[in-house]
């Protein structure tokens, strides 16, 4: 019988059901008795055949669409032994740290060295035309490192046999979906086929039909921990080493540090040692490098696309160590905050649909009417817990003063110009880092790495960021394409804008000596009697950019109490009375000619919002 279903209260309707009084319809010849036993899907597969025979497609074979066979490769525990793990694409210190760790819980891992413009050539060689230059540089680099082992006597068989290599996969609207497709196409045409490319996010301990397990990763928390200790800790040695790098006094003191306390904590992970211990030992490292923070060094705040901004080689014009040569200290971004945005997805997605009257069973689907609490209680815990951990971790080290990113506080600041429900690339933190940057006065230049034509960032955030640069004058912002040559043109471009980033915090530090009446050299020797000031580890409280009019701020505030508390003051009723996080004025002047009288009610309306948000400021 044919039915209907009206889409709210589940009753099923037939043809009798229906009132056609008043509806000029011709129903004379229609048996009505016929029409409820209509096959709709057959009836509609018989037109289809039809109309194909009519215009001439009749005799052709349907379409057969291609499919990846080897989508969910694997391998088996009983593999795990003699099976070698490659993988890599974090930074230097993560992608060491994460081998350690994974050592350290048994596994056979290999972090492949970082791609360089061989790796480039090579996956430009074995790839498809078209996609981003992240693809060529981790692709040629895996293919690179296999045709090495072939080079050096592994048999291809061997090689396929007995190594897997496992990425980071995803699905949205960039090239990124594609990458594991280009790393079998690639593996393909170089003689590999049949080399494994496993999908971080589709392994899992998981029951074969013969009931062994049949996946070879094992993905207890013990797995999980020493993988998030890995990542965290290599975050926070990034941080701590481009603090201290560019006022560092013996050159090259800080990289060896650097080294030192990387091959410590690498050594406490395979070794399974006390891990503190280890982190103690690295904070003394640093601890010896002789620092100068009285130099003038214009704060770079690197964001972009994950990859692009993540590497220290050729795939990014090795841009973090370009920058401190030209003088510059740099904040880089951490995957840390990546994984608390990812939870704020997951917490955001229960919140949308904690209003829905129905479940859905979808990826994100609320299958039972208790378990969105339960999940969004797990996501609070574990959004907690990766905090609490990078904290405790980070003090050990030595990382003191550092607060992570608020994810609820970019979302709201960024809500007014770019849709957060908007999961593409890194979504709106490259925008909300702008505006945050901006607002708080937290670098003097912030400059945006991308690779050539990504959509997300380059399509889509780099769009949004020319309002903001209009609404905050005097921001200096430079998003860069790298492309895996042009390294000249992105330099020329670079030095540019670092040239007015160096102006702005000469002036930065001028204007802090002249509020306190000091000069440089007063300042200097103020560190010297209070050695404290200058130990490698501490940081002056933020108040401008720089580091260097911290330093006069701190030294000021220390010397002349009084005077600072006048300043103090005028600064928090300035504070009081402006705009902190402006928003776009059209928002507001959505009058329009014929009727303006409803135009002002609703921008009234609008403002009266704005105005009980305690976090937006009203636009006056």
Same mark, same amino acid.
């Given at each position: 019988?044919?039915?209907?279903?009206?889409?709210?209260?589940?009753?099923?309707?037939?043809?009798?059901?229906?009132?056609?009084?008043?509806?000029?319809?011709?129903?004379?010849?229609?048996?009505?008795?016929?029409?409820?036993?209509?096959?709709?899907?057959?009836?509609?597969?018989?037109?289809?055949?039809?109309?194909?025979?009519?215009?001439?497609?009749?005799?052709?074979?349907?379409?057969?669409?291609?499919?990846?066979?080897?989508?969910?490769?694997?391998?088996?525990?009983?593999?795990?032994?003699?099976?070698?793990?490659?993988?890599?694409?974090?930074?230097?210190?993560?992608?060491?740290?994460?081998?350690?760790?994974?050592?350290?819980? =048994?596994?056979?891992?290999?972090?492949?060295?970082?791609?360089?413009?061989?790796?480039?050539?090579?996956?430009?060689?074995?790839?498809?035309?078209? @996609?981003?230059?992240?693809?060529?540089?981790?692709?040629?680099?895996?293919?690179?490192?296999?045709?090495?082992?072939?080079?050096?006597?592994?048999?291809?068989?061997?090689?396929?046999?007995?190594?897997?290599?496992?990425?980071?996969?995803?699905?949205?609207?960039?090239?990124?979906?594609?990458?594991?497709?280009?790393?079998?196409?690639?593996?393909?045409?170089?003689?590999?086929?049949?080399?494994?490319?496993?999908?971080?996010?589709?392994?899992? =301990?998981?029951?074969?039909?013969?009931?062994?397990?049949? @996946?070879?990763?094992?993905?207890?928390?013990?797995?999980?921990?020493?993988?998030?200790?890995?990542?965290?800790?290599?975050?926070?040695?990034?941080?701590?080493?481009?603090?201290?790098?560019? %006022?560092?006094?013996?050159?090259?003191?800080?990289?060896?540090?650097?080294?030192?306390?990387?091959?410590?904590?690498?050594?406490?992970?395979?070794?399974?040692?006390?891990?503190?211990?280890?982190?103690?030992?690295?904070?003394?490292?640093?601890?010896?490098?002789?620092?100068?923070?009285?130099?003038?060094?214009?704060?770079?705040?690197?964001?972009?696309?994950?990859?692009?901004?993540?590497?220290?080689?050729?795939?990014? %014009?090795?841009?973090?160590?370009?920058?401190?040569?030209?003088?510059?200290?740099?904040?880089?971004?951490?995957?840390?905050?990546?994984?608390?945005?990812?939870?704020?997805?997951?917490?955001?997605?229960?919140?949308?649909?904690?209003?829905?009257?129905?479940?859905?069973?979808?990826? %994100?689907?609320?299958?039972?009417?208790?378990?969105?609490?339960?999940?969004?209680?797990?996501?609070?815990?574990?959004?907690?817990?990766?905090?609490?951990?990078?904290?405790?971790?980070?003090?050990?080290?030595?990382?003191?003063?550092?607060?992570?990113?608020?994810?609820?506080?970019?979302?709201?600041?960024?809500?007014?110009?770019?849709?957060?429900?908007?999961?593409?690339?890194?979504?709106?933190?490259?925008?909300?880092?702008?505006?945050? !940057?901006?607002?708080?006065?937290?670098?003097?230049?912030?400059?945006?790495?991308?690779?050539?034509?990504?959509?997300?960032?380059?399509?889509?955030?780099? =769009?949004?960021?020319?309002?903001?640069?209009?609404?905050?004058? =005097?921001?200096?912002?430079?998003?860069?394409?790298?492309?895996?040559?042009?390294?000249? !043109?992105?330099?020329?471009?670079?030095?540019?804008?670092?040239?007015?980033?160096?102006?702005?915090?000469?002036?930065?530090?001028?204007?802090?000596?002249?509020?306190?009446?000091?000069?440089?050299?007063?300042?200097?020797?103020?560190?010297?009697?209070?050695?404290?000031?200058?130990?490698?580890?501490?940081?002056?409280?933020?108040?401008?950019?720089?580091?260097?009019?911290?330093?006069?701020?701190?030294?000021?505030?220390?010397?002349?109490?009084?005077?600072?508390?006048?300043?103090?003051?005028?600064?928090?009723?300035?504070?009081?009375?402006?705009?902190?996080?402006?928003?776009?004025?059209?928002?507001?002047?959505?009058?329009?000619?014929?009727?303006?009288?409803?135009?002002?009610?609703?921008?009234?309306?609008?403002?009266?919002?704005?105005?009980?948000?305690?976090?937006?400021?009203?636009? !006056?």
């Amino acid at each position: 019988m044919t039915t209907t279903n009206d889409g709210h209260n589940g009753q099923l309707y037939s043809f009798k059901d229906l009132d056609l009084d008043g509806i000029d319809l011709d129903l004379e010849g229609l048996d009505l008795a016929e029409l409820e036993n209509l096959d709709v899907d057959a009836e509609l597969a018989k037109f289809e055949a039809q109309e194909r025979e009519r215009i001439g497609l009749g005799g052709q074979k349907p379409v057969e669409h291609w499919v990846d066979v080897a989508a969910h490769p694997t391998f088996t525990a009983e593999e795990r032994q003699q099976m070698t793990i490659l993988s890599g694409g974090l930074s230097i210190a993560q992608d060491y740290l994460v081998q350690g760790a994974l050592q350290g819980v =048994g596994y056979k891992f290999i972090a492949l060295d970082t791609p360089d413009n061989d790796s480039f050539r090579v996956g430009k060689e074995f790839g498809n035309r078209g @996609q981003c230059n992240p693809t060529y540089f981790t692709v040629g680099n895996l293919v690179k490192h296999l045709v090495h082992l072939r080079n050096t006597g592994m048999s291809t068989d061997e090689i396929i046999r007995n190594h897997v290599f496992i990425t980071a996969g995803a699905c949205g609207p960039c090239r990124f979906g594609m990458y594991v497709t280009e790393y079998r196409k690639a593996l393909r045409d170089a003689g590999f086929e049949g080399f494994r490319v496993l999908l971080f996010e589709q392994t899992g =301990g998981i029951e074969a039909e013969d009931g062994k397990e049949s @996946q070879g990763l094992d993905l207890e928390a013990k797995f999980f921990i020493g993988l998030a200790k890995g990542a965290i800790i290599g975050d926070v040695l990034n941080l701590l080493f481009h603090r201290i790098k560019p %006022y560092e006094v013996v050159e090259g003191a800080a990289d060896e540090a650097m080294e030192t306390a990387k091959k410590t904590l690498y050594d406490s992970f395979v070794n399974k040692t006390n891990l503190f211990v280890a982190l103690f030992k690295a904070q003394r490292a640093f601890a010896k490098v002789e620092v100068d923070r009285t130099k003038v060094k214009p704060m770079v705040d690197v964001i972009g696309e994950f990859w692009a901004m993540t590497t220290e080689g050729e795939g990014n %014009y090795f841009m973090h160590r370009y920058l401190e040569q030209e003088g510059a200290e740099i904040e880089v971004q951490i995957l840390t905050t990546w994984i608390l945005f990812l939870l704020w997805e997951s917490k955001r997605d229960i919140e949308r649909r904690l209003t829905l009257r129905g479940v859905d069973g979808g990826v %994100y689907g609320l299958s039972e009417v208790s378990e969105p609490f339960q999940k969004y209680l797990k996501l609070r815990v574990a959004d907690l817990a990766a905090r609490g951990l990078f904290q405790v971790l980070a003090h050990s080290a030595g990382l003191f003063g550092f607060k992570l990113t608020n994810i609820d506080e970019l979302a709201q600041i960024t809500a007014d110009f770019y849709n957060t429900e908007l999961r593409g690339g890194k979504s709106y933190l490259e925008v909300g880092k702008l505006i945050f !940057n901006a607002a708080n006065r937290k670098s003097n230049m912030t400059l945006s790495i991308k690779p050539f034509g990504c959509m997300p960032s380059s399509g889509v955030s780099d =769009g949004v960021q020319t309002t903001i640069t209009e609404l905050y004058p =005097g921001l200096i912002f430079l998003p860069i394409e790298t492309s895996g040559d042009g390294a000249v !043109n992105v330099y020329s471009r670079v030095q540019m804008m670092l040239f007015k980033a160096k102006q702005a915090a000469e002036r930065d530090v001028e204007d802090a000596l002249h509020e306190y009446g000091m000069t440089m050299d007063e300042v200097k020797a103020f560190c010297e009697r209070f050695p404290i000031l200058n130990h490698p580890l501490f940081r002056p409280p933020h108040r401008r950019p720089t580091t260097a009019a911290n330093m006069v701020e701190l030294v000021g505030t220390l010397k002349h109490p009084v005077k600072a508390a006048k300043i103090a003051w005028k600064r928090l009723k300035e504070r009081r009375n402006a705009v902190l996080y402006k928003t776009q004025p059209h928002k507001f002047n959505t009058a329009k000619p014929a009727d303006s009288a409803s135009g002002e009610a609703n921008a009234g309306a609008v403002r009266a919002s704005v105005a009980n948000d305690k976090t937006l400021p009203l636009v !006056n």
